[in-house]
Structure formats: C-alpha cells, structure tokens
C-alpha cells in the first residue's frame, strides 16, 4: 500500500476526530439542557458523555438542530 493512502486515512480520521471533539464540547456547554432538561445542573456526568458525543457528532448536529428549529 502506497504511504499516501495510509496518510490520507489518518489525515480522515484526525479530522473527523477534532470535528466531533469540537461539537462534544460546544453540545455540552450550550446545548444539552435544551436536549434533556433533566440535565440541568448534573456536571458531573457531562465528561462520560464526552467520548460518545465525538464519536457520534453527525447525529448530535442533527437532533440539536432539529430541537432548536422547533421540530424536535
């Protein structure tokens, strides 16, 4: 295999990874209270979020931006 496709996959991957750090951090600080209210005030429990929300940082876009157009 040539060392550019191996690059080009990490290079992929670094980007979807710093993509999905940054939604995680932006969702945890403005938008889960308005995802789950129940949320309010449970600091504690938002760093064990933090992997699955980088991970899954297309469908948090989604259903934050669904709730927030009032179709939620």
Same mark, same amino acid.
């Given at each position: 295999?040539? $060392? /550019?496709? *191996? #690059?080009?996959? %990490?290079?992929?991957?670094? !980007?979807? @990874?710093? @993509?999905?750090? *940054?939604? +995680?951090? @932006?969702? %945890? +600080?403005?938008? $889960? #209270? &308005?995802?789950?209210?129940?949320?309010?005030?449970?600091?504690?429990? &938002? =760093?064990?979020? %933090? =992997?699955?929300?980088? %991970?899954? /940082? =297309?469908?948090?876009?989604? &259903? /934050? *931006? &669904?709730? @927030?157009?009032?179709? !939620?």
């Amino acid at each position: 295999m040539p $060392i /550019w496709i *191996a #690059e080009a996959v %990490l290079a992929a991957g670094m !980007g979807y @990874a710093l @993509a999905g750090l *940054a939604v +995680a951090i @932006a969702f %945890l +600080a403005f938008g $889960i #209270e &308005r995802v789950d209210p129940a949320a309010r005030g449970a600091y504690g429990m &938002r =760093p064990l979020l %933090l =992997p699955g929300l980088a %991970l899954l /940082w =297309p469908l948090v876009i989604w &259903r /934050w *931006a &669904r709730l @927030a157009a009032g179709r !939620g």
